[in-house]
């Protein structure tokens, strides 16, 4: 990964819920590229993530949802965990930045059960993706075509399964931003 993003930014987008770990893997490998990774959330303060079931840490926000624009930045990473993607599904504000984001070519990198809001905003019609294999249904009813794979690189859209998929999602994540 040692590909130069200095300069990049990545706006990450979460409520209180989200799967730790895929948000401090992709965010630590992305930091270390020289981006700038941002923590955006519908709320000012702090957001919990998860480990699975269990209740872990507080992360910072560094903005919200409805200050920020899509044009500003590079890509958007969307972490899972069930009660975040359940969450921000249903949030207005987050469905138009990754409609944005998708109108603009912009990269979107989702992993896990990440991918129920690109679903919701109507941005996995004809997309090759994957997802946690519990979303198969919803994403093949919304149009995708779900394959059971690692890391699937669609245009512009990253999708991984799950935590174990976190280095090749981020190193491809990480390659599309330098290319």
């Known amino acids: 990964m040692a590909q130069s993003l200095n ?4 706006a ?12 401090t893997g992709p965010k630590e490998a992305l930091d270390q590229a020289g981006a700038r990774t941002e923590i955006i959330s519908a709320k000012t303060g702090k957001v919990r993530g998860w480990n699975h079931t269990t ?14 624009h899509s ?6 990473l969307l972490p899972g965990g069930v009660v975040n993607s359940d969450t921000i599904r249903m949030d207005e504000m987050a469905q138009e930045l990754v409609r944005d984001a ?3 070519n912009k990269t979107i990198a989702v992993i896990c059960h990440g991918a129920w809001l690109l679903a919701s905003a109507d941005l996995v019609k004809g997309k090759k993706m994957t997802s946690w294999p ?17 890391v699937v690189v669609d245009g512009h859209l990253i999708s991984s399964r799950k935590p174990d ?7 491809a994540l990480i390659e599309a931003l330098a290319a």
């Open 55 to 68: 209740p872990a840490d507080e992360f910072t926000v560094d903005n919200t949802f409805d200050r920020i």
């Open 165 to 171: 998929d976190i280095p090749a999602f981020s190193q």
């Open 134 to 150: 519990s979303l198969t249904d919803d994403l093949k009813n919304a149009g995708a075509n779900w394959v059971d794979e690692q």
């Open 7 to 10: 300069g990049k930014r990545i």
């Open 102 to 104: 998708a109108r603009a």
């Open 71 to 76: 044009e500003d930045y590079d890509a958007i």
């Open 12 to 23: 990450i987008l979460v409520t209180d819920g989200f799967e730790q770990v895929e948000l």
